[in-house]
């Protein structure tokens, strides 16, 4: 089942670019990567396409994937003209006769797939849809690395949206340990207006994603603490992982 709250955030598609755009540094990292195992890609969750526009740009052969169908629409204006394809579809159960040379999951995507047997069908779609000794590279942040207590509204930040109005971000955080989920409410304040979206997010230990990337044939061949590839360390906010296709 689609968890329908963590849509809420891809609402507006033209303000999340301007809140959350600019990680050159991440777009680079998998344009590295995808220019180390030339051939097809396949970015899952693609969102607005921020990652996989600028693989386009630098001329590989990238498709995306996502559910969100007001991303994709904006995702196909943002890439008119570039030779890149946007397949509205869940990653879960996502099928294609294509094989890939390199497929990616980034802005913690691998987070919002909730259950055991999500990641599941998830891992089976990337080693059904990579080509043999093909490349699997996400990122999802560390649960030892981050702060998971329950916390009321605290200031997070501001962006200016497309109107060029500053707006205020805040929110709260309730983790359930039980299920290790934890579920943010996000509350924007437009000074005029407010809007309130929820998003849950899975924090996965590193040593249960190597037993689940073993037991879905992938090798772990390199893990980064961050898009400049410092290696991972038990208390590194994030876990960048490379893995190939057995």
């Not at 809140?19 to 990567?33: A, I, P, Q, S």
């Not at 996000?186 to 994603?209: E, K, M, P, Q, V």
Request: charged share 25%; hydrophobic share 35%; net charge negative.
């Amino acid at each position: 089942m689609i968890d329908h709250n963590n849509l809420e955030e891809y609402r507006d598609p033209m303000n999340y670019d301007l809140e959350f755009g600019g990680e050159m540094h991440k777009h680079d990292f998998y344009l590295d990567m995808a220019r180390s195992n030339l051939g097809k890609v396949l970015d899952l969750a693609c969102g607005t396409g921020m990652t996989t526009i600028h693989l386009a740009r630098a001329g590989i052969d990238i498709t995306g994937v996502d559910i969100a169908a007001s991303m994709l629409a904006y995702a196909r204006v943002k890439a008119e003209g570039l030779p890149v394809e946007f397949i509205e579809a869940d990653a879960r159960t996502f099928e294609s006769d294509q094989r890939y040379a390199m497929i990616y999951l980034t802005g913690n995507a691998f987070q919002a797939f909730l259950s055991d047997e999500d990641q599941l069908a998830l891992l089976h779609t990337v080693h059904e849809h990579l080509e043999p000794g093909g490349l699997f590279v996400f990122e999802t942040r560390n649960p030892e690395g981050n702060d998971l207590s329950d916390e009321g509204e605290e200031n997070w930040g501001t962006f200016v949206d497309i109107d060029g109005i500053t707006v205020k971000v805040s929110g709260t955080q309730t983790y359930d340990a039980d299920n290790q989920i934890m579920h943010w409410v996000t509350i924007r304040d437009w000074g005029y207006r407010h809007t309130t979206s929820r998003i849950a997010c899975r924090f996965t230990d590193n040593a249960t994603l190597h037993r689940l990337l073993t037991s879905h044939n992938f090798t772990i061949e390199d893990q980064y603490a961050d898009w400049n590839k410092r290696p991972f360390t038990p208390l590194a906010s994030s876990i960048v992982s490379v893995c190939r296709k057995n």
